[in-house]
């Protein structure tokens, strides 16, 4: 003999479940309709690069080199043509904004971006959301507005490099590569609150700049905390 209680469980159990298979079939057929109307939906990624587009959002956030930077430096071009065209006062134009999130890479890719950077009449705004190391550091302090997340990094080396071949080649190599390296620190003390008698005691270490060590150096001009406004 059924039990009275399960038997009115039970029933109760098929009508959820009915009501449940009906959102379902509705919710499924809901979307049928919806890809029929729009067979291609976006792919997430594609769909937040051209949000950030719009927005004049571009991210640094792999090793830095041709691939990374080259698209970065047409993006700024592209916008402040725009501007020109649309006669837009470089104090009026909305700004670029660089999120960088980088361990370093190749300074022959850095240093192009850097310069479009500085040449920009249009604002370009870097952040450290994470770690600015190396290249990433002197990207970061090109900005013509500059800001860091709180427990964000910073990193100034002198980098490495190795060459091979004939004597003379070697020692071309090598003269280049100390001009490279005069040509930084140069960039570095132009743009910064650092002094070179301070960056002569730091030039052959690993020297890492942390939070609001950052201001103290004039690495950035604000650590963004509390406040989300400077991020959007």
């Given amino acids: 003999m059924v039990d009275k209680k399960f038997a009115e469980s039970d029933t109760d159990f098929s009508e959820i479940f009915q009501d449940l298979k009906n959102n379902v079939d509705t919710l499924m057929t809901d979307f049928?309709?919806?890809?029929?109307?729009?067979?291609?939906f976006p792919n997430p990624g594609v769909y937040t690069y051209y949000k950030n587009y719009n927005n004049r959002v571009i991210w640094l956030s792999d090793e830095i080199y041709?691939?990374?930077?080259?698209?970065?430096?047409?993006?700024?071009?592209i916008w402040n043509r725009e501007d020109e065209i649309n006669?837009?006062?470089?104090?009026?134009?909305?700004?670029?904004?660089?999120?960088?999130?980088?361990y370093g890479g190749d300074i022959d890719a850095m240093f192009p971006l850097v310069d479009v950077i500085k040449v920009s009449k249009t604002p370009v705004y870097t952040y450290n959301m994470g770690v600015a190391m190396s290249c990433g550091f002197y990207i970061?302090?090109?900005?013509?507005?500059?800001?860091?997340?709180e427990h964000s990094q910073s990193l100034y080396h002198q980098g490495s490099g190795a060459f091979q071949g004939e004597a003379e080649t070697i020692k071309s190599h090598t003269a280049q590569y100390n001009k490279t390296l005069?040509?930084?620190?140069?960039?570095?003390?132009?743009?910064?609150?650092i002094s070179k008698e301070l960056l002569n005691k730091k030039k052959k270490t690993e020297w890492f700049i942390n939070g609001v060590e950052q201001v103290e150096l004039g690495v950035v001009d604000k650590i963004i905390a509390g406040d989300i406004t400077d991020l959007l």
Wanted: charged fraction near 25%; proline fraction near 5%.
């Fill in 66 to 77: 041709r691939e990374s930077t080259v698209p970065i430096v047409k993006n700024i071009l």
């Fill in 32 to 40: 049928i309709s919806r890809q029929n109307e729009d067979s291609v």
């Fill in 182 to 193: 005069n040509t930084i620190f140069d960039h570095v003390v132009s743009c910064t609150k």
């Fill in 87 to 102: 006669g837009i006062k470089p104090e009026e134009r909305k700004p670029i904004k660089l999120m960088i999130n980088s």
């Fill in 140 to 149: 970061l302090i090109a900005g013509h507005k500059r800001y860091s997340l």
